[in-house]
C-alpha cells in the first residue's frame, strides 16, 4: 500500500516538488525521499510535541551530513577502534593502538575511524595520520574537542549517541577494542549483539591489548560465565578474537576479506558474495560440515540473482546460496572462516572495490 498524505492533492504538490528536487525521472530513491517528506509532514497531524520534534531534526541532520562525509571513500575499507579516553600517551596500550592503526593504513590500504576523543582514539588517528582517518566526535560538557589528528574534512560532530553508534557500524568493515570504560564494553556488546542477532553483517571483532594488561582475559572469563549458564552459545564465541599481538590482531581482520566479500539475503535465503569461486569439492565438503544451520536443501554456486541485478549489487562476484537458519551465527562465521582459509587454493581474488551496504 503507497505511504501517502491520503490527500491526492497534497500528494500531487509533494510529486511534483520531488521532482523538480531531483530534475531526472522517477525512481526508488525519489521514492523514498518522499516517503521521508510524508513522514515529516504527518508529524504535524500528529501534534507531536516539540521535544520530539528536536531530537527527529536533529538525528535526521546528523545522519544525512554523515552520508555525504563518508560517501567518497565507501570504496576504501575501514577499520574502528574503540577504548578508554583516559589513556595517557606513556600507556602500553596507546602504543600499539598508534602501531596497530599505521601498519593498517600504511601495510594494507585501510582507513581508520575512531570516536575523535583523547586517549586510544588520539592514538588510532595518530597512527593512522590526518589524510586516513575519521572522527565521529560525541559532543559532551567534559569532554568535547576533537583530538588534533583528524582532519576537518573528515570529524563529524554528534549530539545523540545512537546516531554516532550507527555511523561506527555502518561505515566500518572491522572493529578493534582495546582495554576501556562503560562506553567501551557498551560497544563491545553491541556489536556482539547485532551480529549474534543478524541484525548487522558479519565482520572482524578483535580485543586487542597489550600484554600483561589483564583486561579482556577477564572479560572473557565472565563472557564464559554467559556460556556456562546458558545464556550465549558456545559458538557465539566464534564471533570475537582476544589477542596481544598486533600482527596477529592484523591478520584476524585482513584474512576475514581473504575470499568473503559481502552478503545479502534474497528470497529468505543467504548469498554469500565472494572475491574467488570456490571448488566443487569445497562446497560438498562445507554442505556436510555445516549442514546443521541449513534449514533445507544445500550450499550451492549461483549467479547474481534478479534483485541484485536490479541494483547492480556486486553482480561479477561469484556467490552461494544457501538457507540459513538465521540462528547460529557464530556457526556461519566458522563456515565463511572456511571459505577464507581454502582463499589462496582457489586461486587470485576477483577485483571489486565496492562495499556492500
Given amino acids: 500500500m503507497p505511504y501517502t498524505m491520503g490527500d491526492p492533492k497534497l500528494d500531487e504538490q509533494l510529486n511534483t516538488l520531488i521532482s523538480d528536487v531531483a530534475g531526472t525521472e522517477p525512481d526508488l530513491e525519489q521514492e523514498l525521499v518522499r516517503e521521508l517528506v510524508v513522514t515529516s509532514l504527518k508529524l504535524l497531524r500528529d501534534d507531536t510535541d516539540r521535544g520530539d520534534l528536536k531530537l527527529m531534526n536533529a538525528a535526521l541532520k546528523e545522519m544525512r551530513y554523515s552520508f555525504a562525509i563518508f560517501q567518497g571513500y565507501r570504496d576504501v575499507k575501514k577499520v574502528t577502534m574503540y577504548g578508554s579516553a583516559r589513556t595517557k600517551p606513556d600507556d602500553p596500550n596507546y602504543q600499539i593502538a598508534e602501531q596497530f592503526a599505521s601498519r593498517m593504513v600504511d601495510r594494507h590500504g585501510w582507513m581508520v575511524v575512531t570516536g575523535a576523543?583523547?586517549?586510544?582514539?588520539?592514538?588510532?588517528?595518530?597512527?593512522?595520520?590526518?589524510?586516513?582517518?575519521?572522527?565521529?566526535?560525541?559532543?559532551?560538557?567534559?569532554?568535547?574537542?576533537?583530538?588534533?589528528?583528524?582532519?576537518?574534512?573528515?570529524?563529524?560532530?554528534?549530539?545523540?549517541?545512537?546516531?554516532?553508534?550507527?555511523?561506527?557500524?555502518?561505515?566500518?568493515?572491522?572493529?578493534?577494542?582495546?582495554?576501556?570504560?562503560?562506553?567501551?564494553?557498551?560497544?563491545?556488546?553491541?556489536?556482539?549483539?547485532?551480529?549474534q542477532t543478524g541484525k548487522s553483517d558479519l565482520h572482524p571483532i578483535v580485543m586487542l591489548e597489550a600484554p600483561d594488561t589483564g583486561y579482556w582475559g577477564a572479560w572473557r572469563q565472565f563472557v564464559d560465565t554467559l556460556v556456562a549458564q546458558e545464556m550465549i552459545s558456545p559458538d557465539d564465541l566464534h564471533l570475537f578474537d582476544i589477542t596481544n599481538d598486533i600482527e596477529v590482531a592484523i591478520n584476524e581482520i585482513i584474512d576475514f576479506y581473504a575470499c568473503y566479500h559481502s552478503q545479502r539475503f534474497v528470497d529468505g535465503d543467504l548469498i554469500l558474495r565472494l572475491l574467488r569461486e570456490p571448488t566443487d569439492e569445497l562446497i560438498a565438503s562445507l554442505n556436510e560440515e555445516f549442514a546443521d544451520i541449513i534449514s533445507h536443501g544445500e550450499i550451492h554456486k549461483i549467479g547474481a540473482t534478479t534483485a541484485e541485478v536490479s541494483s547492480n549489487d556486486n553482480v561479477d562476484l561469484p556467490r552461494l546460496r544457501l538457507s540459513f537458519d538465521r540462528r547460529h551465527f557464530g556457526r556461519l562465521r566458522l563456515l565463511v572462516d572456511r571459505l577464507n582459509e581454502e582463499a589462496v587454493r582457489l586461486g587470485p581474488p576477483i577485483s571489486s572495490n565496492t562495499k556492500h551496504q
Avoid at 139 to 145: K, M, N, T
Avoid at 154 to 168: A, E, G, P, V
Avoid at 172 to 189: K, M, N
Wanted: charged share 20%; glycine share 12%.
Fill in 117 to 195: 576523543g583523547p586517549g586510544i582514539m588520539e592514538a588510532g588517528n595518530l597512527g593512522a595520520g590526518s589524510d586516513d582517518s575519521f572522527g565521529v566526535n560525541i559532543r559532551l560538557p567534559f569532554e568535547a574537542e576533537a583530538n588534533p589528528y583528524v582532519h576537518e574534512s573528515r570529524l563529524i560532530n554528534y549530539k545523540y549517541f545512537f546516531t554516532r553508534k550507527l555511523m561506527f557500524v555502518k561505515e566500518s568493515d572491522a572493529f578493534v577494542l582495546f582495554p576501556g570504560g562503560f562506553g567501551t564494553q557498551d560497544e563491545a556488546f553491541e556489536l556482539l549483539t547485532l551480529i
